[in-house]
């Protein structure tokens, strides 16, 4: 099993920063991917970005891409999510997931293992 404690988020303003954070722990070394998603009030879960824990290989969706920046600390075994810029649609619950996807790193079914979520709220 691999546990994951989310910390970070909050209620800011447009145009904002903020750092999220995530640390695993457990059976770290069955992992290959850490990952962000969120979800909107109403709205189903999303893709934000991964990160590959050997090697840094990241992908990033669209909306976020030159905003947000996914990065790893090996050692510390917790990854890290900058948003910056930050718009009112990026409000949602940022949520951390680990896995080892085969195929599309986007996909919510290539995580077993999730953090417990943390609000984030982007005011205009």
């Known amino acids: 099993q691999v546990q994951l404690v989310q910390s970070g988020g909050g209620l800011l303003q447009a145009g904002g920063s903020l750092r999220l954070s995530c640390a695993a722990s457990?059976?770290?070394?069955?992992?290959?991917?850490m990952a962000w998603f969120r979800q909107a009030p109403g709205k189903g879960r999303e893709f934000v970005a991964a990160?590959?824990?050997?090697?840094?290989?990241?992908i990033y969706a669209i909306s976020v891409k030159g905003r947000f920046t996914i990065s790893r600390d090996n050692p510390k075994n917790t990854v890290y999510l900058q948003l910056n810029s930050l718009k009112p649609e990026d409000t949602a619950v940022y949520y951390c997931?680990?896995?080892?996807?085969?195929?599309?790193?986007?996909?919510?079914?290539?995580?077993?293992?999730w953090g417990q979520g943390t609000q984030v709220t982007v005011s205009s």
């Open positions: 997931a680990a896995g080892s996807p085969l195929a599309t790193w986007a996909s919510e079914g290539g995580y077993a293992y």
């Open positions: 457990g059976r770290t070394f069955s992992i290959s991917t």
């Open positions: 990160i590959r824990l050997n090697g840094g290989s990241t």
